[in-house]
């Protein structure tokens, strides 16, 4: 196969209000090499932007769901001592999750395998995250030397409080679908054989609610996690305006009048 007709590294499809944004490397675990990185940077900036997409999936080719930064992209970069080496985490990683959390839709981590490193992060910075039975989260980064990135600082913290964050980034270890449902990195656990269904059943259900209020909320936890309870309430204030005004909201408050079931528009 040429260079020029090898997959796509990043493939997103969109239907009825979802775009499904999957990793495309399964010979590689869908690790993150520089075409990866910035295809996916792309393609979630184009999904945030798309009005008409209302809730956003990702996940992984194969039986990774991500394995994080390429090893054997890196080892050739140190070996050149390339610039982007350490230009990767301001370019492309944190701009990256701050998309997966902080934008106006909500996000799904469909974690079909193994989430390593930054891959593991970006599963973190979504809303929710499906376990596929034979998935688990491994924190890599001092395994080889590294700090953390991709967020998994602040979000591991939130996510199992600062004790357990500490020991699974000083001493890390791959935790598996049932013990990560029970720290509460996992939402749900699924069987493999009702995995898609269930992944696509919560994508269609979020991609019908009401969009503009699931993006509000998403940023009014966001603003909270490093601000204090004053500024929180005048941040919520100002969302509630905000939300108020939409067209969802004066359909929920008609329907609840006319005792029928709201439809939403995500405006």
């Known amino acids: 196969m040429t260079e020029s007709s090898a997959p796509a590294p990043v493939v997103t499809e969109k239907a009825d209000g979802v775009a499904v944004v999957r990793l495309n490397r399964p010979d590689a675990m869908n690790a993150l090499d520089l075409a990866t990185k910035e295809a996916l940077l792309a393609d979630l900036q184009e999904v945030a932007e798309d009005d008409t997409v209302r809730c956003v999936v990702l ?18 970069l140190l070996a050149e001592g390339a610039e982007r080496l350490f230009t990767t985490v301001p370019d492309h990683y944190n701009p990256i ?7 106006d839709k909500p996000v799904i981590a469909a974690v079909n395998g193994v989430a ?8 973190f910075a979504a809303d929710l995250r499906i376990l596929h039975e034979s998935a ?29 964050a500490k020991e699974l980034l000083l001493m890390p270890r791959t935790v598996k679908a049932d013990e990560a449902l029970s720290l509460g990195l996992a939402t749900q656990v699924v069987p493999a054989d009702d995995y898609e269904g269930t992944v696509h059943e919560l994508a269609a259900r979020l991609a019908a609610g009401p969009t503009k209020a699931y993006g509000a909320i998403r940023r009014a936890v966001e603003f909270s996690a490093t601000h204090t309870l004053a500024e929180s309430l005048a941040h919520e204030g100002d969302l509630m305006n905000l939300t108020g005004g939409t067209r969802d909201h004066k359909a929920a408050v008609d329907a609840f009048l006319a005792k029928e079931k709201p439809v939403f528009e995500g405006r």
Request: proline residues 2%; contains cysteine; aromatic residues 10%.
């Open 59 to 76: 996940t992984g080719t194969g039986r990774a769901f991500c394995v994080g930064q390429d090893l054997k992209e890196h080892v050739g």
């Open 97 to 103: 999750v701050t998309l997966l959390s902080t934008m």
């Open 116 to 123: 390593a490193g930054a891959g593991a992060a970006f599963a």
């Open 136 to 164: 688990g989260f491994n924190l890599a980064f001092t395994g080889i030397a590294l700090s953390s990135d991709s967020g998994s600082s602040f979000w591991l913290p939130r996510l199992v409080g600062v004790a357990k």
